[in-house]
């Protein structure tokens, strides 16, 4: 008896095997589209420039006209899972020597033709995400989402602007809501490459 299920279910695998060995033309051709919109592509090969160590000057505005606070930090940015990603570690201080430290992933949506990212940080317990388009060869990236802000106690929209001046330095600002609800430049994050 259990020779005769072993023999069943050997037969009923080989059967699986044979049929997952010849797809039919509908199912090869979804499974190259698939492919393709798995794959990296010039995009993820741009995002990869930016692989490496970087110094950070951040300067911060706590509403318009307010006097800027400045700091310094590093960041280090890796791409993962096969080039398509672009990992970001971030470590510095913030206000008066507060230790920071942020995470954010960058990538290239190869189906909504949109570039996005996410980030987190030791500064609360939300996440941010924007989505946004790239412009000039990828040296000018605008985005748009939302953010969690603590004082209004609910989402806010927030877009940032990356601008790369040369492989070895380029400028993140953010703008966010001020008190008056308008938007603001809040963030400006110069990078230089170590």
């Not at 190259?32 to 993820?44: I, L, S, T, W």
């Not at 909504?112 to 941010?128: C, L, Q, R, V």
């Not at 929209?157 to 603001?184: A, L, R, Y």
Request: with cysteine; hydrophobic share 35%; charged share 25%.
């Amino acid at each position: 008896m259990k020779l005769a299920a072993f023999l069943l279910l050997a037969a009923a695998a080989a059967s699986a095997d044979e049929a997952k060995k010849a797809p039919s033309p509908e199912e090869q051709a979804l499974m190259e589209k698939y492919m393709k919109a798995a794959a990296p592509g010039p995009e993820h090969q741009k995002m990869a420039k930016m692989a490496g160590k970087w110094k950070l000057k951040v300067t911060s505005w706590m509403a318009p006209g307010a006097p800027p606070q400045t700091s310094e930090g590093t960041a280090e940015y890796r791409t993962i899972m096969g080039g398509r990603f672009l990992e970001e570690e971030v470590h510095g201080t913030m206000g008066n020597d507060q230790p920071f430290e942020g995470r954010g992933i960058d990538g290239y949506d190869n189906v909504t033709k949109e570039h996005f990212g996410t980030w987190i940080d030791n500064m609360g317990t939300s996440a941010m995400m924007m989505r946004g388009k790239c412009a000039g060869e990828g040296k000018k990236c605008t985005m748009k989402g939302k953010m969690a802000d603590p004082i209004a106690g609910k989402e806010v929209p927030v877009s940032s602007i990356m601008t790369v001046k040369d492989d070895n330095n380029f400028t993140w600002e953010m703008h966010s809501p001020g008190p008056d609800g308008k938007p603001f430049k809040s963030l400006q994050i110069d990078y230089t490459r170590q």
